[in-house]
């Protein structure tokens, strides 16, 4: 009798160590989905936060700049599901709520301004392109309405060509200034590529064709002449010296 209630007694605890342990295991995968979420949201709250300011010297639209805000609003208000105890979270979030209440200023019809320097300018179009990337994902997420995405993406990519194109003209216009007339006219070249390559044409796309197109007629002309004048050159020398070579000797 007594090795039975033994035997129970040791098969009770063998299952409720198991049963202890099954529990804390399921504690523990809660935890670290918790922390997982928690740092993915963390990472989508600093990217959006980052492609801000990033794109201080972008003109963003209302709509973009609403859909910024509410990404980050959403980010804070998982990690406040899965942080419920965080008055850090909680504040924030608060913050997050407010910002989109707020009234924003559209400044999409705002000029651009090109940067000064290369490394500027690669921050710039890599600043368009997170941009372009994150409303692609809110749309994705059924946040942005696809008539606005649509729109926005469009604008961006515009934004994008811009900057290409004025860059590339902005290098050609160096270059030959300097001289340098093969690399001004790669520099055309190569805008004029990224133009007909455009699948839409707009005043800006008409207006570019047309200037870029000039600039290589210059250069071609400019070529023209140089080596028509090298040729003449060239000739005149080659006639020097059969002038030379067949004039008549003197007589000593």
Known sequence: MIVSIIIVLIVALIVIALWVSAVQQHKEKQEAERRKELT???????????ALMNSANI????????????RIYEALNT???????????????????THLSNPVQDNSSE????????????????????LRSILRSEHNKGRIDSQIFVLEDKRLE????????????????????ASMVGSARQ???????????????????????????GYLEAISVELRASNASALKKKTEEEQDDLDILFAPKKKW
């Open 40 to 50: 993915k949201q963390k990472a989508i709250i600093e990217e959006t936060e980052e």
């Open 59 to 70: 003109p963003l639209s209302e709509n973009l700049i609403r859909t910024l805000q509410r």
């Open 79 to 97: 990690m406040v599901n899965n942080s419920q105890t965080s008055k850090a979270l909680k504040s924030r979030l608060s913050e997050a709520k």
């Open 111 to 130: 000029a651009l301004t090109l940067p000064s320097n290369d490394k500027q300018l690669v921050g710039l179009i890599q600043g368009i392109k997170k």
């Open 158 to 177: 515009k934004l994008q060509l811009r900057i290409n194109i004025e860059s590339q003209i902005k290098r050609g216009l160096s270059a030959r200034s």
């Open 187 to 213: 520099y055309f070249e190569k805008a004029q590529a990224t133009l007909n390559a455009v699948t839409y044409t707009d005043e800006y796309v008409t207006t570019k064709r047309q200037e870029v197109e």
